[in-house]
């Protein structure tokens, strides 16, 4: 329940019958219980909020299903304050518009099915929540019995209705998640799939050798742990996705897991000589990796419905499912992760030069240098238009900051021979973000917006870091 949700303006879009109905009966609430339970109501939750908000997250922390993505130190510098606030707002003195209530309960929701905490664990909390409440006010604040009775039930009442409205929202927005997951597994995420199971062959064949160089020379090696390697990066970020449900995948990880942790220790410059039967062990290995990604590359179907048609790149209705999948990643392993909002400068110039033929021309060109510039692990987005964003995985800001700067600067070198208008050049400007602890991806595209944006205000052409964004 984030404080940045609840300051919004309520949306004016229509509601279906079920909002209706929890709007009818909310409403019905307000009105039957009048000023003086209201007014009472708001003096109890005000004085039990910051109690009801600790038990509320202390709840969520220990229930199995949510303490992985929840952290102390996200609930002590921002959701416990904004329980808090959404106690208030539900609870004022005045009669509230429920329409505005009900919409941001709504948006709550959806927030919750982004960052994926399962409803049931927030009923758990709010009951949690309501018991607190109630301890808090057992002595009726000095109430008459009838009075406190009603205060109690409105309180009750009011914070059922609430989660009803987040659950429904939630509930709408995770089939529509689950449903862009499963097209998702169902087509590439490379452009060419042969081409990606050559690279991906390469990639393992490549830090293999430089390890076994290193070792014939007795030197440490230079190419680290398989994990970390591209094709370990690429397994980790893509085959995971795409290879999803294929026994073979958990597999080919415990393989790699086996190389890191047990033959690459008995490989190292401190052991003693040179260990014939792990070097045995690496070599049966890697060729069993190789022989089971083949076999996943070659079990897919060549499916390319999930790429915007101009540039190839994935299309957008990816992206919350991707990066959504990425922050979580990041938030449970403490890895980096980085995206780059990418925007053609003075677009429209171009297509009221060229046509659009010639804008469809950059887009392209634009896009293949985005391609260029990332590694099979990252992920490039069409968002929209001439913008576009990159997802770079274990990525700290400097270095995607040093990403931004090389694509920016390729596409400044690059002189684009456009119909109709001839040779011209075309810049871009880039903002770029880190992930810095909130669940919800939005907030980091949100950071990396402005930076794009402080880009374009500065003159263009430029790349630019979001300031810390940490609520």
């Known amino acids: 329940m984030d404080s940045a949700v609840l300051a919004v303006e309520a949306p004016k879009a229509q509601v279906d019958a079920g909002q209706q109905a929890i709007a009818r009966e909310w409403e019905a609430l307000i009105a039957q219980a009048g000023a003086e339970v209201r007014q009472a109501a708001a003096e109890l939750v005000g004085r039990g909020a910051a109690a009801g908000a600790d038990a509320f997250y202390q709840a969520l922390q220990a229930h199995p299903d949510a303490r992985t993505l929840l952290t102390s130190q996200m609930v002590n510098e921002r959701l416990r304050r904004s329980l808090e606030g959404w106690l208030g707002q539900l609870f004022r003195r005045e009669a509230?518009?429920?329409?505005?209530l009900l919409a941001v309960q709504e948006q709550i929701g959806r927030i919750?099915?982004?960052?994926?905490v399962p409803v049931h664990a927030v009923l758990h909390g709010a009951r949690v929540l309501k018991r607190e409440l109630a301890l808090q006010g057992a002595d009726g604040a000095g109430l008459p019995a009838g009075l406190a009775s009603r205060v109690r039930q409105y309180i009750y009442v009011t914070i059922d209705l609430a989660v009803e409205a987040m659950s429904k929202a939630f509930s709408s927005d995770m089939q529509a998640a689950a449903e862009t997951d499963g097209i998702y597994h169902a087509v590439t995420v490379s452009q060419d799939m042969p081409l990606e199971r050559e690279t991906q062959r390469a990639a393992l064949l490549e830090w293999s050798q430089r390890l076994l160089f290193d070792l014939c020379r007795g030197q440490p090696s230079s190419s680290g742990q398989l994990a970390g390697s591209a094709f370990g990066m690429w397994m980790r970020h893509k085959g995971s996705l795409l290879f999803?449900?294929?026994?073979?995948?958990a597999k080919v990880e415990a393989l790699m897991?086996?190389?890191?942790?047990?033959?690459?220790?008995?490989?190292?410059?401190?052991?003693s000589g040179l260990n014939t039967p792990a070097l045995?062990?690496?070599?049966?290995?890697?060729?069993?990796?190789?022989?089971?990604?083949?076999?996943?590359?070659a079990a897919l179907e060549n499916m390319e419905g999930g790429r915007d048609p101009l540039t190839r790149?994935?299309?957008?209705?990816?992206?919350?499912t991707i990066v959504g999948r990425e922050v979580a990643a990041a938030a449970r392993?403490?890895?980096?992760?980085?995206?780059?909002?990418?925007?053609?400068?003075?677009?429209?110039?171009?297509?009221?030069?060229?046509?659009?033929a010639a804008g469809d021309k950059v887009l392209r060109s634009v896009a293949e240098v985005l391609l260029q510039c990332t590694r099979s692990s990252d992920f490039v987005f069409r968002y929209g238009g001439e913008e576009f964003v990159v997802a770079l995985v274990e990525t700290p800001l400097g270095r995607a900051m040093e990403v931004a700067e090389r694509i920016r600067r390729r596409i400044a070198e690059t002189v684009f021979d456009l119909p109709q208008s001839g040779p011209q050049h075309v810049t871009v400007s880039i903002g770029a973000a880190e992930y810095e602890g909130h669940p919800d991806y939005t907030v980091m595209l949100e950071a990396a917006d402005r930076a794009l944006y402080q880009a374009k205000s500065a003159g263009r052409n430029r790349c630019q870091a979001a300031a810390a964004w940490r609520v």
């Open 257 to 271: 897991a086996r190389v890191d942790q047990e033959v690459l220790p008995a490989l190292s410059p401190e052991a």
């Open 112 to 116: 919750h099915a982004r960052i994926r």
């Open 280 to 297: 045995q062990e690496l070599n049966a290995a890697l060729g069993d990796i190789g022989y089971l990604v083949d076999g996943m590359f």
């Open 333 to 356: 392993t403490g890895t980096p992760f980085s995206v780059l909002m990418v925007d053609v400068d003075h677009f429209k110039a171009v297509n009221d030069r060229g046509g659009h």
């Open 96 to 100: 509230g518009d429920v329409t505005a």
């Open 244 to 249: 999803r449900g294929l026994p073979e995948l």
């Open 313 to 320: 790149t994935l299309n957008r209705r990816f992206l919350p």
